[in-house]
């Protein structure tokens, strides 16, 4: 006889750690400094944030700083 065993799984939010962008409230440029955040969000895009759109919202809009988020979606018969 086959014995199963039932593991509770934990929903993914509780998995998912949101990272903290208000470090960036501290970076100080003059009024010709410009930043460009580049941001890979391959496993958040879909997941989490405000209707699955990912860390993008979570990122401060601020002068001078420019955010770019990328995401990287291989299709499912390349996964081997």
């Known amino acids: 006889m086959v014995q199963i065993t039932v593991v509770p799984v934990l929903p ?3 998995l998912v750690q949101i990272y903290d962008f208000h470090w960036l409230n501290k970076v ?6 410009e930043i460009i955040l580049i941001a890979d969000d391959s496993h958040g895009i879909g997941v989490i944030g405000e209707n699955g759109n990912g860390i993008f919202s979570q990122i401060p809009n601020l ?9 990287s979606i291989l299709p499912r018969h390349c996964l081997v």
Do not use: P, T
């Not at 100080?28 to 400094?33: M, Q, V």
């Not at 002068?63 to 995401?71: E, G, P, S, W």
């Open 12 to 14: 993914i939010c509780d």
């Open 28 to 33: 100080s440029l003059d009024s010709n400094g």
């Open 63 to 71: 002068q001078n700083i420019k955010k770019l988020v990328l995401a």
